[in-house]
């Protein structure tokens, strides 16, 4: 599966390739973080949470 991240700025992160991709919400449906298995990623990603906008499974 490929996931992408939308950012509140705008900007778009660089499709993440993974077999498994969870998402870690606090109780309010916040995003806090995530985990990702077997990934082929395009660079080193890091990414904050605090700006993260969404997150999308893609085709």
């Not at 996931?3 to 509140?8: E, G, P, Q």
């Not at 998402?23 to 993260?52: F, H, T």
């Amino acid at each position: 599966m490929k996931i992408r991240f939308f950012m509140k700025n705008g900007t778009v992160s660089p499709d993440l390739e993974c077999a498994e991709f969870r998402i870690q919400k606090d109780g309010r449906g916040k995003i806090i973080g995530w985990n990702a298995e077997k990934c082929d990623i395009p660079s080193l990603m890091y990414i904050d949470m605090e700006e993260v906008l969404m997150v999308w499974r893609v085709e």
